[in-house]
């Protein structure tokens, strides 16, 4: 597991919060795939899209307290917990797509 830390302070004059330690996804050299995820994903997705944001929100404004290494392993636990579902989602392949794939299937089977 990574460890992060938190940089920048909202009482240091910066809004933003970056968190270093976290690699991203890996961008794909083509369009990013659109999943279509069932109910129980998608309020899966929902619950722990709240909890990051409770977490994150809760302690944003507290000059005196900073973010707890326990908090900050809390908020990538379910910030990894969130990817992980989403990854599991389906994937939606694109109209154009399926019909390219089709019409090079049949190219090669020629």
Not at 54 to 76: G, H, M, N, P, W
Not at 83 to 88: D, N
Request: hydrophobic share 40%.
């Amino acid at each position: 597991m990574a460890t992060s830390s938190l940089i920048g302070s909202p009482f240091a004059g910066s809004n933003t919060v970056e968190w270093s330690g976290f690699s991203p996804a890996p961008a794909s050299p083509s369009r990013a795939a659109r999943r279509r995820p069932t109910e129980s994903q998608g309020r899966g997705l929902e619950i722990l899209g709240h909890a990051i944001e409770y977490l994150v929100d809760s302690r944003q404004f507290e000059a005196d307290s900073l973010f707890l290494i326990t908090e900050k392993q809390a908020i990538a636990t379910l910030a990894h917990a969130s990817r992980s579902l989403y990854q599991e989602c389906a994937v939606i392949v694109p109209l154009r797509q399926r019909f390219a794939s089709w019409i090079l299937g049949a190219y090669r089977r020629v």
